[in-house]
């Protein structure tokens, strides 16, 4: 699970260096476009971390559950 986390860490910092350049130029300049590749990119490394918080969050409530159980068991 740790992995998990972590990897969701590290996949937000490309993320994070692709989105400021492209809206600051989009600031700068409203009518220049941004590179496909980047929305690409972009899009698949902003997945990546939605699948990760959702594995996290899934395995969390596992583990919420199944320590419910046991503690109403005894």
Request: net charge negative; proline share 4%; aromatic share 12%.
């Amino acid at each position: 699970m740790e992995e998990i986390a972590i990897f969701r860490i590290f996949s937000s910092f490309p993320l994070l260096g692709l989105l400021i350049p492209d809206l600051s130029s989009l600031f700068i300049f409203p009518v220049k476009q941004i590179s496909v590749t980047h929305l690409y990119v972009e899009g698949f490394l902003l997945l990546t971390i939605i699948i990760c918080t959702i594995g996290i969050w899934y395995h969390q409530k596992q583990e919420r559950n199944s320590g419910m159980q046991v503690t109403a068991g005894a």
